[in-house]
């Protein structure tokens, strides 16, 4: 798939070069040509971190199961990180394929993924909520840091088995 997106932006790139050097267009529309391009770059490169693995920085879903954490503690100069790999939970079912997200760091959500991932080392599932913490009204994305959310995690609770 990554390889597909590379090519893609290659001939991209090529037909972008054809047309600026061949064309008739007004000297405008060539340099809009080239923002257009420019943007396109670093909106594909983008896309193609979050095809290629690397943590997604979108909020946790509302139901998951906790599969792994790292804890990167803030330092002088990093601000710290926490790492986790989740599997959403669609109608009480895991979705297909677990994904990572990044989130920033709080004392207390290293706290309770630290408790959370000892358990699942004892072999005890852990499932999590996401919840978006209540702010003020208005416009959410003027706001910074309203896009937070209250994470709880607890153990997965047994399956209840039919009676024979």
């Known amino acids: 798939m990554t390889l597909a997106l590379i090519l893609s932006l290659a001939v ?5 070069a054809l047309a600026l050097v061949w064309s008739r267009w007004p000297a405008w529309l060539k340099g809009l040509l080239v923002v257009a391009v420019t943007v396109f770059y670093f909106f594909a490169d983008d896309t193609a971190h979050g095809l290629a693995g690397w943590p997604n920085a979108d909020p946790l879903p509302e139901k998951f199961v906790l599969l792994a954490a ?26 297909r394929q677990p994904r990572a ?12 993924l ?12 852990q499932v999590g909520t996401a919840e978006p913490r209540v702010g003020k009204g ?3 994305w003027l706001r910074p840091g309203s896009d937070e959310q209250r994470i709880t995690i607890r153990d997965l609770p047994a ?3 039919p009676e024979k």
């Open 138 to 140: 208005g416009v959410s």
């Open 101 to 112: 997200y990044k989130l920033p760091y709080a004392k207390d959500l290293h706290a309770l």
């Open 159 to 161: 399956p209840q088995l």
């Open 114 to 125: 630290d408790e959370g991932m000892k358990k699942v080392r004892q072999g005890v599932s």
């Open 12 to 16: 991209l790139v090529l037909l972008c």
């Open 70 to 95: 790292v804890i990167e503690e803030p330092g002088k100069t990093t601000p710290g990180a926490l790492y986790v790999w989740v599997n959403a939970l669609e109608n009480g079912k895991p979705a």
